[in-house]
């Protein structure tokens, strides 16, 4: 155990990674939620001070493991908090997004109207493409992607990496990308 006064020390003296960090990786978010900047920090504090607590000489320097602790701070608070409070990005399909020569109103609906076709064509021509294709089990991935599970859930399911599933879907991608050109 360390005495309050090493823990001290650690956090005075990393205090700049946090800044480091959320100016490095976080500066669009904070462009778009700019009165979120002071949250960002206490969050990013929070994880220097619990990396602090448990930090340990003989798993390596303390930079690398603030930095993994900080960062996965500031994505669970972007990723989840502000989705669940911020969410500001919801439009009615009323809404009008230009006018046209004329002065009429363009709105959502209008725009999506007519598409149907296309966007039927298109999931029939990638289902058939996850049929024909030889990657591993991707029919199974696709189907529980689409009720919902998550990269690392289905790994679970599975008995294998998120990091497999993400190349497999990946390669699907890449694969209907090639057959919608």
Not at 87 to 99: G, M, V, W
Not at 133 to 145: A, F, G, H, N, T
Not at 159 to 169: A, H, P
Request: overall charge positive; glycine content about 6%.
């Amino acid at each position: 155990m360390r005495s309050l006064e090493e823990k001290n020390k650690l956090f005075e003296d990393n205090i700049n990674l946090v800044h480091f960090i959320i100016n490095r990786y976080f500066k669009s978010f904070l462009r778009r939620y700019p009165y979120l900047k002071e949250d960002l920090f206490q969050e990013g504090y929070i994880g220097l001070y619990k990396t602090t607590c448990c930090f340990d000489e003989s798993k390596g320097k303390f930079s690398t493991i603030a930095f993994s602790y900080i960062s996965g701070h500031l994505k669970r608070f972007t990723t989840g908090y502000v989705k669940k409070h911020y969410r500001n990005d919801i439009d009615s399909f009323e809404k009008c997004i230009y006018r046209d020569n004329y002065g009429e109103e363009i709105r959502i609906e209008d725009r999506l109207a007519g598409n149907e076709n296309v966007d039927i064509e298109n999931v029939r021509v990638i289902r058939s493409c996850i049929k024909r294709s030889e990657i591993k089990d991707i029919q199974k991935i696709v189907c529980l992607r689409e009720k919902g599970y998550t990269q690392q859930e289905i790994s679970k399911v599975l008995g294998t990496s998120q990091t497999s599933i993400y190349r497999r879907l990946k390669k699907l991608k890449t694969e209907i990308n090639i057959l919608g050109k």
